[in-house]
């Protein structure tokens, strides 16, 4: 399934995931009652590779969040179109707080380097939730494929990415305290 998912995952079909594993498809539907739930067991086994390498990267603040990004483009580069499927019609918050699996395993991916971000340009913690929103808006997968797709070079486009990031985290606080100061 993985080979399908990276080459065309829009071809994905329990037939023609049972073949390629060497398997009945009724064998095939045991394991996923439907191409949806195979498809995000794919994409969940990919987020905990992540979230392992996050939490064992030794590196803090701006050079942790900026190494986990790295990885994360070598992880979409490494699987493929199938890495933008991560998105729902859902909003990523209403997941989040609907504990959806996948959401969680993203947070909790980048939980340590965006807070650590947070503190070294002063963000203050209660804007957690609102950081890991702004990152999946500009981090999506589909963003990044379009953008090196579309000739700009990997590294320059996420250390545009990450300035982008960071000036939008920025700026969401520094709102959020003029309201919260009018008030």
Not at 126 to 150: C, T
């Amino acid at each position: 399934m993985g080979e399908l998912l990276r080459t065309d995952p829009d071809a994905a079909a329990m037939p023609l995931v049972a073949e390629r594993a060497g398997l009945a498809v009724a064998t095939a539907y045991r394991y996923f009652s439907t191409v949806e739930e195979l498809r995000t067991a794919y994409l969940q086994d990919v987020v905990v590779r992540l979230r392992n390498y996050s939490h064992d990267c030794p590196k803090t603040g701006v050079a942790l969040f900026e190494d986990v990004v790295g990885e994360w483009a070598r992880l979409l580069h490494t699987y493929g179109p199938a890495m933008i499927q991560i998105r729902s019609r859902q909003g990523m918050l209403q997941r989040l707080r609907a504990g959806d699996e996948l959401i969680v395993a993203l947070r909790d991916t980048w939980e340590r380097p965006i807070r650590g971000v947070m503190r070294h340009i002063e963000v203050p913690d209660l804007h957690f939730e609102y950081a890991l929103f702004l990152h999946n808006i500009i981090f999506d997968p589909r963003e990044i494929a379009d953008l090196v797709g579309g000739g700009l070079p990997e590294g320059q486009a996420l250390r545009g990415l990450t300035g982008a990031y960071l000036g939008a985290l920025r700026g969401w606080s520094q709102a959020s305290q003029a309201a919260t100061a009018k008030k």
